[in-house]
């Protein structure tokens, strides 16, 4: 009995499948706690209890997001003895996030609104740009800072950086050799922790700055 040849899919077909499986990307980041997971997995694999100390959610809530998101293929996870790793299921999803925040912030002015807010308070810190970081870096004029968690600065970390997670920074501001020239960096535009880490170090009478970006946009520069 001879075969029936399968049948050729139409354009518009083809579009629709296309666009419904596309939209379960989409779908999975309307949540803005899936959002906050994704961020801090871009700056380096974690575990649920990690991720909910961060986030501030119960292990059951983070755990049921990670789902959504191991459906989306967003993430993977591995096994280090009794704890689950989860991480980026690809660096391109870091990537994407980058764009993500860059749109959000050109697009929705509710954006610069909030952020501009904050920064209200922090007035008095001074910011410096990647190029005058690099700059000072290669003569050795300043002390580079990484004030992510110790997880986050060992899974990548910008040349010539001192780990100092925010749990540890005030003994290490009182050992701080005088005088000093600090940058400080922490996950990117929207990480406050570098912030705050500077406006401690101003108040000492330290010369300090907060680096524009974080690690992903000095990567992203470099390449």
Same mark, same amino acid.
């Given at each position: 009995?001879?075969?029936?040849?399968?049948?050729?899919?139409?354009?518009? @077909? #083809?579009?629709?499948?296309? =666009?419904?499986?596309?939209?379960?990307? $989409?779908?999975?980041?309307?949540?803005?706690?899936?959002?906050?997971?994704?961020?801090?997995?871009?700056? $380096?694999?974690?575990?649920?209890?990690?991720?909910? &100390?961060?986030?501030?959610?119960?292990?059951?809530?983070?755990?049921?997001?990670? &789902?959504?998101?191991?459906?989306?293929?967003?993430?993977?996870?591995?096994?280090?003895?009794?704890?689950?790793?989860?991480?980026?299921?690809?660096?391109?999803?870091?990537? =994407?996030? =980058?764009?993500?925040?860059?749109?959000?912030?050109?697009?929705?002015?509710?954006?610069?609104?909030?952020?501009?807010? =904050?920064?209200?308070?922090? @007035?008095?810190?001074?910011?410096?740009?990647?190029?005058?970081?690099?700059?000072?870096?290669?003569?050795?004029?300043?002390?580079?800072?990484?004030?992510?968690?110790?997880?986050?600065?060992?899974? $990548?970390?910008?040349?010539?950086?001192?780990?100092?997670?925010?749990?540890? #920074?005030?003994?290490?501001?009182?050992?701080?050799?005088?005088?000093?020239?600090?940058?400080?960096?922490?996950?990117?535009?929207?990480?406050?922790?570098?912030?705050?880490?500077?406006?401690?170090?101003?108040?000492?009478?330290?010369?300090?700055?907060?680096?524009?970006? $974080?690690?992903?946009?000095?990567?992203?520069?470099?390449?």
């Amino acid at each position: 009995m001879e075969s029936v040849p399968e049948a050729i899919p139409s354009a518009k @077909e #083809f579009k629709n499948e296309l =666009f419904q499986q596309l939209a379960r990307v $989409g779908k999975c980041l309307s949540s803005d706690k899936r959002l906050e997971v994704l961020s801090l997995l871009a700056q $380096g694999p974690k575990s649920v209890e990690k991720l909910a &100390q961060v986030t501030e959610m119960s292990v059951a809530n983070v755990s049921r997001h990670l &789902q959504v998101l191991l459906d989306a293929r967003l993430v993977k996870f591995s096994k280090k003895g009794t704890y689950v790793i989860y991480s980026l299921a690809d660096p391109s999803i870091a990537a =994407f996030l =980058f764009a993500l925040w860059q749109i959000g912030e050109s697009q929705l002015a509710e954006v610069s609104r909030i952020r501009q807010e =904050f920064l209200h308070h922090y @007035e008095d810190v001074r910011t410096l740009s990647l190029e005058e970081a690099r700059a000072k870096i290669e003569t050795g004029e300043i002390i580079l800072l990484d004030v992510r968690s110790r997880d986050e600065y060992e899974a $990548g970390h910008l040349s010539g950086a001192i780990s100092v997670p925010m749990e540890e #920074f005030e003994p290490y501001l009182h050992n701080l050799p005088r005088p000093a020239e600090v940058v400080v960096y922490c996950r990117g535009p929207y990480c406050i922790s570098s912030t705050q880490a500077v406006a401690k170090l101003q108040r000492e009478g330290i010369t300090a700055y907060k680096l524009e970006g $974080g690690e992903h946009e000095w990567l992203k520069e470099a390449n």
